[in-house]
């Protein structure tokens, strides 16, 4: 079925492979082509994009559910942000000048109102703000390490690509590229959902902080137990560590995040991508203690949050992102927006269902608000090692691919749908329906 679906993706996308082929002669290697995993060899080339729909270069229109990986939640150009950017990028000018502009306090104000952090500081991208965060923690504590769970991803954070080893070890985590440092020097790794290796973890007295996402959504989504939030709360705070939470893409869960929703208390909290409309964009914030631990006080007298010594950059932060920052939460990703958002999601869930019971299929499907994902297995996984080896690479491409030559476009790596505040209920009956045509052929 794979390579029929192979076939028929190459005779109908001549310009993404010439273009493709161009790349690869003139450098070698080419970014982005995750797709080519299960596309048979080529991604496909970007011509235009709009609200929840991607058209590429052989003129095919696809409805959109990767949207980015979610940097694109807010769908595509969305209209406010695009004023928004124009506005700085053209008469008002002034992209870099290291200047803050009065839209970071607009933006601080929503960001508190929404996560419940005092304090915010801005960055490129989640990757940055997960590592100056982290650098932040080690100095609040005076400790080395951090701690995070099995099979999590916080973006190129080299001390979150660990996986916990035999006999309470920390090991690198396979696919890893030159770590600096054993990564044990660096990172205690625990397993999701359960308390007791974080316990285990955390007794050595030298974590500086757990790096958390609310839900494990980079080995499929893996959904906390009921308690274990709360658990890690309380054992952070009973071994002096810090909780970092990462919300980069568990934001699907509401207006704000799955730490509003289910009412979780970080010490930082990080996001990233969705929140500039898809411009380059990164936020952290610091509960009060967090900010006066980190807090150096000048000759003068002044107080200062501490921006040097790793943190801090000459972009971050600047009046783009900030200006896209301003338009997408205030005007795009509303709290209507996400009603909307997260009751189409709750129907393609629902479908998705349908069809797996109809086929009896041994597959499970998880939602986070305005997202979900199937997986091929049930019950679903507790953790990030029983997801991991729950994989199946085979029919996760044919599923893609299947999808993609249907007009569907879903998450590089995952089966996840992503709705945007343009999807609608065409797009999700549309989806269903090819989901249950491509599962039947592959019952058949
Ligand atoms: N945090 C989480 C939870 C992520 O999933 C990702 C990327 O997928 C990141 C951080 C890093 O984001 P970026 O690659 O935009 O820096």
Known sequence: LLAAEQGTYAAANPRSRALYEEATNLFGHVPMTWMNVWSGGFPLYLDHARGARITDVDGHTYADFALGDTGAMAGHSPEPTRKAVAGRAGDRGGLTTMLPTADAQWVGAELTARFGMPLWSFTLSATDANRWAIRLARLATGRPKVLVFGYSYHGSVDEAFALAGPDGTTISRPGNVAPPVPVGLTTRAAVWNDLASVETALAHGDVAAILTEPALTNIG?????????????????????????????????????????????????????????????????????????????????????????????????????????????????????????????????????????????????????????????????????????????????YMHLAMCNRGILMTPFHNMALMCPDTDAADVERHTEVFREVVAALRA
């Not at 969705?274 to 203690?289: D, F, H, Q």
């Not at 807090?295 to 600047?318: E, M, P, Y």
């Open 221 to 397: 989504i893996v959904l906390p137990e009921p308690g274990f939030m709360e658990g890690l709360r309380t054992l952070a705070t009973r071994y002096g560590a810090l909780l970092m939470i990462d919300e980069t893409h568990t934001f699907s869960t509401g207006w704000g995040g799955a730490t509003r929703a289910w009412g979780l208390e970080p010490d930082i909290f990080v996001i990233g991508k969705s929140i500039g409309g898809g411009i380059p964009c990164g936020t952290y914030g610091l509960s009060e203690a967090v900010a006066a631990a980190v807090t150096r006080h000048t000759d003068a007298g002044d107080a200062d949050i501490v921006d040097v010594g790793g943190v801090g950059g000459t972009l971050a932060g600047n009046a783009l992102s900030l200006a896209a920052m301003r338009a997408t939460l205030g005007e795009v990703l509303t709290p209507e927006a996400f009603e909307g958002m997260i009751d189409l999601a709750t129907v393609f869930s629902a479908g998705v269902q349908a069809a797996i019971d109809e086929f009896e299929l041994p597959w499970s499907i998880a939602q986070l608000g305005a997202r979900a994902e199937y997986r091929f297995t049930s019950p679903a996984p507790r953790t990030g090692e029983e997801s991991a080896a729950a994989a199946d690479d085979e029919l996760d491409a």
